[in-house]
């Protein structure tokens, strides 16, 4: 593949930032396209914000995304998708979970009268617009509810990404990547989950 | 396509993290030893050795610290069997007295030692340049710049190793460790361990005076043949970048290039893709063996150079070999760097940052500026809060340094001296605590010299993975010298940061072997301390009059607040089939004074309708640390909405017990 397809997987710590990554990585590598990835593992974890760098193509070499190159964002929670948005290329792509899980230190900062509101998820889509961003917000931990397991919501954003334009990997391989990646007896509701987040996403492109 | 088994002989090529291509590089190599010390970003080294050590036969400690796992990976090695070990930047501070003789008495058998720094101290306490220790131990050392390299550098180093009976050194950084990409393996020839025999192969190895000064004559012998040795230089190479496309290039002044980089590590993949965009010619020196250095190649390479810059991250290393290779002979030629301020010894570089250097030494026009890019988005995110790592839902730390705080009144009347763990992130809010903090043992030491000069109460903090470590010289010696300090220990069961691994205090050890438990207690008495205080720290209010009283006597006085890591605690007692009862918040009750959110920081709790504090019971693991706070009753279990009792659930049969309470239909659900 010519040229670079970069992207940034980020949410919360404990949400499977990284599985997400390694699954898109795995389906590259079954169909010969160059992808490096670049993560932090440490205290990052302990419910902090977690990100991963993804690049594909064949002139990719550094594992982090030059800032301004980044084609999509892919967030499983709102407020980290414009916490990187400032390694969007103009008029990049942000796919986010609309769920906000608001931070402690925001909730002891509103008790303590430091501020005003929480931060939504229309602040976040506002700020991610005006700045002449493409967003689609999707609830991907109704969707993994009902694929039957809330868990299974880093795939449902893994099916939604598979469903955009200029995803180098094909949707074939990214399957059977999720099933390769996931716990055996969690593997059925994760297919379903993947589907139905590519489903979700491609009713909002109105392809379907 | 199935998915790629490390273990599998014939497994040619996976996406993988270059921990575990480092593993496979081992695996390939025949290594029968592994010992270690968990650290990021080495650790999944360590875990994915735990997973397959049984598998494949291979003999694992996990060492109390990264002295002893040097020396038990080396012990092995001197007998005849080869090893590996791998530990992070500040680790090598422990195992360097070690080393640095180690060096003289070299090996039989095959040992590599993966020694990663960290730039930008993404967790560490420190961004030290570990390659120093390469060049001050006089070892050979490597600095691969993708994971496929890291894997074929170790394959060569143990070549390396038994060519020269030397340990070798592999160093990498933070980007080069948690970096996944496609690796390409080769075939596995697996033997089974078994041991060897020393008797019949006897030699010494010590080092003292006389011997020692005849190890360091070897030494220097053996790093100049090293140095002299071109079948060593494989990793080492001259390329051009025509600006379009990376070449094989040589030494030699004819190639018409005037511009060139040094570099090496993971800076070598930044100065390529800054390249491609700068399209500009430079010839490129890539240096993969930085100990010895390859002062023949670099004397070719700068034939012909006007402008030469070394991207390097942290500190000037290969700048100042080349600068003193360039003497003399090059007068004319300028070199860029951190000297001249082109790229700083601050944190690490990335693409933008060395376009900008690139752009700034050739005068090339910049197509794309990151930089200004990143200026002119930078206010997107204004006002956006901030997500810093907290406590888990049923941590005990947040129980215990509450139990702390409401014990001493006034958190200002002590000096707290901390050391490293999750209970480090009491520097954090809410808590924002700690007047010092370095690195795992210190708070001890520190505390010695604190109760001799400072008039407060001296109160040290450590984990238990950490008294282990480096904990116990620093306790013994504030015994010895009668300090009066108490000592705050926080037996959470594992080494909890690094991801819950076993420890020498811990009934498991490595690969689920059956260690023996070393007693925190009997260690205590067995150094004459014998003021010891048992916590709960899921028991708050229980635990504020046994450490006033603690805090109020003399001598070493040791609180060790026992519960274990909420992640290790809760994937067992989930695996066991046991689900959490979350508590929640009766909304009728709550007069919101809100004791807890402020200075607690649950992640489970957050403001409902009305600012009321909810519960997520999806994250709440039930430890029920909260509704000790509440003076208003108002925070309970979910176990009485079904019929269960208001308190705390965390054991399995705990759990069962609260089944049979409930009918089948009214089942606690997650
Ligand atoms: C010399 C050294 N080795 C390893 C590390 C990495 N490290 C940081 S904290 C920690 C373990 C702490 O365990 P413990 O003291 O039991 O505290 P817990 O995290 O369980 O609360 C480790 C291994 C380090 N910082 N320094």
Sequence with gaps: MKGAFNVLYCGVGGQGVVLMANIIGRACASEGIKVISGELHGLSQRSGSVHVHQRMGDD??????????????????????????????????????????HPPAETSMIVRGEKERYMEYEDVSSALVSSGMIVYGIDP????????????????????????????????????????SVPAKTKEVNLRAFDMGYLELSKRLRKL | MSPYDIRDPSAQRAYMMANEAIVRA????????????????????????????????????????????????????MVGCRSFCSMKSVGMNVASDALYVMAYTGVRSGCVVLLADDPHAHSSQSEQDGRWYGYNSYLPMLDPSDPQEAYEMVKFAYALSERYGTIVLLRTTTRINHQSAVVGTSEMRWTSFSKVNWKDNRRNYSAVGELARKGKMRLLETIGRIADDTRMT???????????????????????????????????QYVLEALMRLKIKARILKIGMINPMPVALISGFLEGIDDLIVVEELSPYLETFIASAAQGSFSGLRIYGKRTGHLSEFSELDVPLVQRAIANVTGAEIPFDHLEHLKSMGSIADGIPMRPPVFCAGCPHRGTFTALRMALGDKGKVYLSNDIGCYTMLVLPPFSWSDSQLCMGSSLGIAAGVDLAAEEDVVSVIGDSTFFHAGLPGLVNAVHNGHDL????????????????SHPGTEDAAGGRKGIKIDIEGALRGVGVSDITVIDPFQIRKSIGPMKEALKRSGVRAIISRGECALYHFRRYRRSGARTVPFFIDQEKCRKPYNCIKDFMCPAISLGPDRIPVISPHICVGCGECAQLCGFGSIRSTAVLKGGEDRVYYTPEDYGKLKEATTKSEEVER
């Design chain 2, 234 to 268: 494989s990793f080492n190479r001259i390329e051009h970048f025509d600006g379009y496309a990376l070449k094989k290039g040589g030494p030699g002044r004819s190639d018409g290039y005037t511009f060139g980089i040094a570099t090496s590590g993971i800076s070598y």
């Design chain 2, 26 to 77: 081992c695996l390939e190599s025949d290594v029968k030893v592994f010992a270690s010390y968990p650290g990021s970003p080495t650790t999944e080294i360590l875990d994915t050795f735990e997973r397959i050590c049984n598998d494949m036969d291979v003999r694992m400690d996990i060492s109390a610290n990264e002295k002893v796992a040097l020396e038990t990976a080396v012990g092995a090695a």
């Design chain 1, 141 to 180: 931990l109704s969707i993994a509810m009902e694929a039957g397991e809330p868990q299974a919501e880093n795939v449902v954003m893994v099916g939604a990404l598979c469903a955009l334009e200029g995803s180098p990997v094909s949707k074939k391989a990214v399957f059977s990547a999720v099933a390769d």
């Design chain 2, 486 to 501: 108490t000592l705050l220990i926080l037996d959470n069961s594992v080494t909890a940061m690094t991801g819950q691994q």
């Design chain 1, 60 to 101: 990719v070499r550094s594992p982090l995304i030059p800032y301004g190159e980044c084609d999509v964002v892919l967030a499983l929670e709102p407020i980290e998708a414009l916490r990187y948005a400032y390694f969007l290329k103009r008029g990049g792509t942000v796919v986010t979970s609309t769920v906000v899980i």
